[in-house]
């Protein structure tokens, strides 16, 4: 391996910045030529790439976003697509790629390197946290942080005018922004796709709050729950109209700004064992931490980590929240 080149593709995520600098600085310490492709595959077919120096990652470990630019590419999905991607790979003699990303990301990558010889190599780049077979991905910690954030202001109003808000947080998929932010603010509901939401003891419990005067609750909804924050909100506001409902999507705030101290540590580290792999000949995985050692799972396997949030976790909201 000479010449490797990376991508973030799909929904950014805070940190991958930090991914592509590790990426870019272990290739250069190693040897290699390190390409940077634009717009994730996209960029790829469209053969919209540059090589990368030490310097160009100068100065990016604390941005959000990724240098890189990302996209959703249709075209990859298909295998004229791929060939394509694969044919712009060979004439620039790159031999591995690293592509930052999450699961939909990874399965482009798996079928190009099925397809073709092309070493390809996963990071775990999305806020859903909804990969099996890592405890992070670069982001998640982030926008955990900022949903904290924004839910701790959110309180203070729903105190002052002692208010019900229902406060909708990212994860089209996975609950897991809604179930660590709702866990760390103090949430009295959390709502999330891997469970049954039992609107009417939602409801009855409301009602109940209502008589001994518990007016102040905060409801975490997962984006992707079956009610969702609109839904939710039109039902609440039916049923118990004298109740000061509010509602607050979060939304792409989730996304952006500068990365924890987690999510850069974890990004850098990934990226640089995502070298070592396609160095060692440890091709077509995606290179995950599961408990503080490095986990590699083969892109073959990647699946989405869907309805395995731990009975536990849902033992601690319900009793921290009675
Ligand atoms: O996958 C990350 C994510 O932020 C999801 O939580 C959300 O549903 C989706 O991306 C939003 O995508 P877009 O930015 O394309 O609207």
Redesign the pocket.
């Known amino acids: 391996i000479k010449r490797i080149a990376v991508l973030t593709s ?2 950014d ?1 805070p940190g991958m910045n930090a991914a592509i600098r590790a990426v870019v600085r272990t290739g250069i310490y190693y040897g290699l030529e390190v390409y940077g492709i634009m717009r994730g595959y996209q960029g790829l077919l469209e053969e919209d790439l540059f090589k990368m120096e030490s310097r160009s990652v100068a100065n990016i470990i604390q941005r959000g976003g990724t240098i890189l630019k990302s996209a ?1 590419c249709k075209e990859f999905y298909t295998p004229e697509g791929r060939k394509k991607g694969y044919e712009v790979l060979k004439k620039n003699e790159i031999d591995g790629l690293v592509v930052i990303g ?1 699961d939909g990301s990874f399965k482009g990558a798996l079928n190009l390197s099925k397809e073709y010889d092309i070493p390809c190599i996963g990071l775990a780049g ?3 946290k ?1 990969i099996a077979g890592t405890d992070f991905t670069i982001g998640f910690d982030t ?1 955990v942080n900022t949903a904290i954030d924004a839910i701790d202001k959110i309180r203070d109003t729903a105190d002052a005018h002692d208010r019900l808000f229902i406060i909708e947080v ?5 609950g897991y ?1 809604a179930l660590h932010s709702g866990i760390a603010t103090g949430a009295e509901n959390i709502l999330i796709p891997e469970r049954k939401t039992d609107a009417e003891a939602i409801i009855t419990s409301l009602q109940e709050k209502e008589r001994r005067k518990k007016l102040v609750n905060i409801i975490v909804v997962a ?2 729950d079956e009610y969702g924050g609109i839904e939710l909100y039109r039902l609440i506001k039916e049923r118990l109209p004298n109740l000061d409902t509010r509602l607050c999507t979060l939304g ?1 705030i ?2 952006g700004g500068s990365p924890t101290g987690l999510d850069r540590l974890i990004a850098s580290r990934m990226g640089y064992h995502a070298v070592e792999c396609l160095l060692e000949g440890r091709y077509n995985v995606f290179v995950g931490i599961l408990n503080n050692r490095m986990n590699y799972v083969p892109l073959e396997q990647v699946a989405k980590r869907k309805g395995r949030i731990a009975e536990e976790w849902m033992k601690v909201v319900e009793t921290l929240s009675a």
């Open positions: 799909g929904g995520s959703r999450g999305t806020i859903d909804d926008a990212m994860g089209r998929d996975a922004i984006e992707g792409h989730q996304r």
